[in-house]
């Protein structure tokens, strides 16, 4: 369940039917009230918070050991989950935009499901298919290979989590872009790579690369699932969320709010090239 | 004359290696680990499974994400449409970061967004010191928890309904207005009810995604026994005291919620594009 | 290259959109397949290039039955009615894209191909538009850069979808006309596809004339437009007045008027007929010239340019007599509203038979 994605441009209507001055005001102001409040506080704490102490501690909450193991895992297990779920995105894309058949709808509603599904679950699930407990879960114990309280554990939930990212970012726009190119193309001869990769490919390359940066977005800021499945083991199975999470219930505010400003800029970041990247393809419309 | 079975070849090239990996990976990453709930509530004793979803804690727990997932969904209906249709219909200073912005609760780890709203509203908190001398407490109350759902919830509302405002012809009100309608009645009459299908959708997307929030609402909820404890928390907790079927059986109900939200969301959404063709 | 399509038949749930047909095209030729929206033209079309697969029936081109073979392989050019440009390619690799995907062993050298492509852009007036990418075109130019596209890799047959349609009606002239050149120019059996008669009449050598997923008639633009087979051809293929009659005595009587008819009507006494009357086969005149004339009061008219439209009420028919006739006619007769003339109608064509407009 993703918002859609359009650039947004100012739509008045004339003078006539404008929205009387004293309304306007009103819901201006309404307006940066509430981002006042919801938006803007949140984000000056976290730096207000994370500065108390001077920005000396500041760097050192940052590269702290244990913090920057965080930081490691939380970035391999992006490495490891986006390009596998945007090969997926591509492929599902491809059968889904391409060809008709039945029980497309279905197949479909099936991508959105992790949307639906609370993170909390979403670690369940596989603690309960290959948690040590679990038939498949010992048998993997028994040649050594452990996934619940262990980096593949997160992956795998991680993957779980950010699975629709880039296929939904990918079918409506390939589904809008049509078959005529590839129809071309094999016309001409193309076989099927070649049609891929020289006509679809670059046709989606600003979709793909916006559904990745969510994906990634994502995938690090991953809590919930990563919750169930790592055993917050420090230095060990800690994701940066985790992390910040540990160090608040130690009462470590200031250490915690360090952290999450690196979880805050990667937030803005996100945002800001969304809006280039829709500028972009705004632009090029 | 030559048959053939015409019907079945595909004329790009690729569907069954590309629809064979699909239905794979989306098995074995959602699907398989998925039905282990589903076994997993079948396979127990009905009593057990009775007993764990229906415990007064978990049913307190049931309750309360749901109604906090409604009151912020409805609070985010108004908020929500008034600053799309801010966003959309006027100019002012700073109105692209706003724009920008509101993707921020959906970019925001859920994490970040939860001690944010228990620092920010705690005792001693920029906006708590305020509320505390109102007598209003947010720390350890379903209210608290309403304020980081709001905030979750915001950016589905808003996106969900940016884009219908942004294509409402601009004749259509000025026709209204040389009809004699004043702005309240053209507003009331003519775009709310047009608006009113994405508006529908933008609400069940939060609600829908509210539900299950876990994150942003452990930190102020305080997770009190009956009165704070969500559903997801419920999961944990039992989790953690390894009892596997009880966190089974209360995640089994919490999908059950969450299908059925979906299932609405999409016939809202179908709805709706019946609406706007 | 010879093309013989046979007993192709396709339906979808619910329709039939072709039925059963089969056509023969020689080498060289260039065929309209000619036909109301949802005919069937194009699905036929698409199933010649491979795009699309019948339910039954065969395509032999060249003696050789490429019915199963797959697009890539059939070497049929095609071009889209909305031209399918590669968005992200530049004219120039647009137009080699053919030549450079071909497996290394049949790949010509890159100057060979080079050479290939801007010959073909000479061809078509596009050399200029080498590095230019298709957003930057007109929808004309657009479409003459398909075509060089679609005969860079040397087609047998070439298939053209609507081709001009999403143009304007300017360029759609002269782009008509630039490609019956060019067809001369190159001789490659052709196959196009268009709703627009005028189109068919002027750039066929035989046009096929489609309805409902049945061939209709098949014959060169004057068979079609002057013989017509049966009404539905006769309506399409240009503008036609419609009266019902019934005929007696070997005539067709039209309100109260017996019409003398094309064909001999005699033994069809007391049948009902459609009659059908071109605009521009009607007389009009101040003066009567024969006993059979209308008398008729000029309702409205339209300066088209070098024709001239008249309605043209007459009593006991229904519906008003559409008329077209020269523009010096009409300055020389001075005509204008209320006023009375005298209508002849010529090369009256009746069908008795079921005809649904």
Redesign the interface.
């Known amino acids: 369940?993703?918002?859609?994605?359009?650039r947004?441009?100012?739509?008045?209507?004339?003078p006539?039917?404008r929205?009387?001055l004293a309304?306007?005001i009103l819901?201006?102001g309404?307006?940066?009230l509430?981002?006042a409040?919801?938006?803007f506080?949140?984000?000056a704490?976290?730096f207000s918070?994370a500065l108390q102490k001077g920005i000396q501690l500041y760097l050192d909450s940052i590269v702290e050991p244990y913090a920057l193991e965080a930081v490691k895992l939380t970035l391999l297990t992006a490495a490891i989950v986006v390009p596998l779920n945007a090969v997926?995105g591509l492929?599902?894309a491809?059968?889904?935009s391409?060809?008709s058949?039945k029980g497309k709808t279905l197949?479909v509603?099936?991508?959105?499901?992790?949307?639906?599904?609370?993170?909390?679950?979403a670690g369940?699930?596989?603690?309960?298919?290959v948690g040590s407990?679990t038939p498949f879960g010992s048998w993997l114990g028994e040649h050594g290979i452990k996934i619940i309280f262990s980096t593949p554990g997160i992956v795998?939930a991680t993957?779980?989590v950010t699975?629709p990212f880039v296929a939904r970012e990918l079918i409506p726009l390939m589904e809008a872009q049509g078959?005529?190119?590839?129809?071309?193309?094999?016309?001409?001869?193309?076989?099927?790579w070649?049609?891929?990769r020289?006509?679809t490919l670059?046709?989606i390359r600003w979709g793909l690369m916006y559904g990745m940066i969510l994906c990634t977005?994502r995938s690090?800021?991953?809590?919930?699932a990563v919750?169930?499945v790592s055993g917050h083991i420090r230095g060990m199975t800690n994701t940066?969320?985790?992390h910040?999470?540990i160090l608040?219930s130690e009462y470590n505010?200031t250490a915690?709010?360090a952290v999450?400003s690196i979880?805050?800029f990667l937030?803005?970041i996100?945002?800001?090239i969304?809006?280039a990247v829709e500028k972009h393809v705004h632009n090029n419309q | 004359m030559t048959l053939f079975k015409g019907k079945q070849r595909k004329i790009l090239p690729g569907f069954g290696l590309s629809m064979g990996y699909t239905v794979f990976y989306l098995s074995a990453i959602v699907l398989v680990p998925l039905s282990t709930i589903v076994m997993s509530a079948f396979g127990m004793n009905p009593e057990t499974f009775f007993a764990a979803i229906s415990s007064p804690r978990v049913l307190a727990s049931y309750k309360l994400s749901v109604s906090t997932a409604l009151y912020a969904a409805l609070f985010n209906a108004v908020a929500g449409f008034l600053t799309a249709w801010t966003l959309v219909r006027y100019r002012f200073p700073g109105r692209r970061i706003l724009d920008a912005l509101v993707d921020l609760p959906f970019a925001l780890p859920t994490a970040v967004a939860g001690i944010c709203f228990a620092t920010l509203y705690s005792p001693i908190g920029w906006l708590g010191q305020f509320l505390s001398k109102l007598n209003f407490e947010l720390i350890n109350k379903p209210s608290g928890i309403v304020i980081a759902l709001i905030f979750i919830g915001f950016p589905f509302v808003v996106r969900t309904v940016q884009p219908v405002i942004a294509e409402l012809e601009p004749e259509i009100e000025e026709s209204a207005q040389s009809l004699g309608a004043t702005r309240w009645q053209t507003f009331r009459k003519i775009l709310l009810p047009h608006l009113f299908p994405a508006l529908l959708t933008g609400v069940t997307l939060a609600f829908a995604r509210s539900i299950g929030e876990y994150g942003s609402v452990i930190f102020i909820a305080g997770n009190l026994p009956l009165k704070t404890e969500i559903a997801p928390l419920m999961i944990m907790t039992k989790l953690d005291q390894f009892d596997y079927n009880g966190a089974s059986a209360v995640a089994f109900v919490l999908l059950l919620i969450s299908f059925s939200m979906l299932l609405l969301l999409n016939g809202v959404q179908r709805w709706q594009q019946k609406a706007y063709q | 290259m010879s093309i013989e399509i046979r007993n192709i038949t396709k339906s979808y749930p619910g329709y039939t959109a072709l039925d059963n047909i089969s056509l023969n095209v020689g080498t060289g030729e260039l065929i309209a397949l000619l036909g109301p929206s949802g005919c069937g033209k194009t699905t036929l079309l698409r199933i010649i290039a491979g795009l699309e697969t019948a339910d039954s029936g065969s395509i032999i081109l060249e003696k050789k039955d490429t019915t199963n073979l797959p697009a890539r392989e059939k070497n049929v050019g095609f071009v889209f009615q909305h031209y399918a440009l590669f968005r992200r390619l530049n004219v120039f690799d647009n137009v080699a894209f053919g030549l450079n995907v071909r497996p290394s062993s049949q790949r010509q050298s890159k100057s060979e191909i080079r050479d290939r492509v801007m010959h073909l852009l000479q061809l078509v007036q596009m050399d200029w538009a080498v590095k230019r990418y298709p957003s930057q075109l007109s929808g004309g130019q657009r479409q003459r850069i398909a075509l060089a596209r679609a005969l860079a890799v040397n087609p047998k047959v070439l298939l053209l979808d609507e081709p001009f349609s999403a143009l304007d009606a300017k360029v759609r002239l002269e782009l008509r006309r630039w490609l019956r050149k060019l067809h001369e120019d190159i001789h490659v059996t052709s196959i196009f596809v268009t709703h627009d008669q005028e189109e068919a009449l002027e750039l066929a050598d035989r046009i096929v004339v489609i309805n409902k997923g049945k061939i209709e008639q098949v014959g060169s633009p004057q068979e079609v437009y002057d013989h017509p087979a049966n009404a539905f051809v006769y309506n399409f293929l240009g503008n036609v007045n419609v009266f019902h009659g019934r005929i007696r005595n070997g005539k067709v009587v039209l309100g109260e008027h017996p019409i003398e008819a094309l064909q001999g009507l005699n033994g069809h006494d007391e049948k009902a007929g459609q009659a059908f009357i071109r605009p521009h086969e009607i007389g009009i005149s101040r003066i009567r010239s024969s006993e059979s004339d209308l008398i008729g009061i000029i309702r409205d008219i339209r300066i088209m340019g070098s024709q001239i439209g008249l309605e043209l009420e007459s009593a006991g028919f229904d519906k008003p007599i559409e008329a077209e006739i020269p523009r010096d006619i009409w300055r020389n007769l001075e005509l204008s509203r209320g006023e009375e003339v005298f209508v002849t109608l010529n090369k009256v064509k009746v069908f008795t038979g079921d005809y649904e407009i």
């Open positions: 369940m993703q918002p859609s994605n359009t947004q441009t100012v739509n008045i209507p004339g006539r039917s929205d009387p309304v306007r819901l201006i309404l307006t940066f509430f981002f409040g919801f938006i506080m949140p984000l704490l976290v918070q997926f492929t599902a491809w059968a889904i391409k060809f058949f197949l509603s099936l991508l959105d499901l992790p949307f639906a599904v609370s993170p909390v679950i369940l699930i596989f603690v309960l298919l407990r795998i993957l779980f699975f078959r005529e190119e590839e129809e071309a193309a094999i016309t001409l001869g193309a076989r099927g070649q049609v891929f020289i006509i670059p046709n977005a690090i800021g991953e809590f919930g919750s169930v940066i969320p985790l910040v999470e608040y505010y915690s709010f999450a979880l805050v937030a803005l996100t945002i800001a969304k809006g």
